[in-house]
């Protein structure tokens, strides 16, 4: 088992940026990610991260966040700079086993408004 916890949500203006946090409770993960659900969208991939050091963005984040692992301190932090209002979701961390089971963090919230 394996508990994720986020934080670093919270309310920024247009071309804001924010630093999101997930705290493991365990280090062996084969991926690591971060996605999003906006009000009434499913929910989607930002960005994922594996454990030879691979990533991916989504292409509506690409240039603007990066993700990063911090392999000591059992966290994983999403930098998110030019924040736009359609960034405005609950983001949620997910860790994946290297038999492909998931663990989702609880959330934490991004707004992005005047």
């Known amino acids: 088992q394996a508990q994720l916890v986020e934080s670093g949500g919270g309310l920024v203006q247009p071309g804001g940026s924010l630093r999101l946090s997930c705290v493991a409770s365990r280090s062996i993960f084969s991926m690591m990610a971060w996605n999003r659900q906006a009000p009434g969208k499913q929910r989607e991939m930002v960005a994922s991260?594996?454990?030879?050091?691979?990533?991916d963005y989504a292409d509506s984040v690409k240039g603007r966040f990066t993700i990063s692992r911090d392999y000591a301190k059992n966290t994983l932090y999403l930098e998110m700079n030019d924040l736009k209002p359609e960034d405005t979701a609950v983001y949620y961390c997910?860790?994946?086993?290297?038999?492909?089971?998931?663990?989702w963090g609880q959330g934490t919230r991004v707004t992005v408004s005047e």
């Open positions: 997910q860790a994946r086993s290297a038999y492909g089971y998931d663990w």
């Open positions: 991260l594996t454990r030879n050091g691979s990533t």
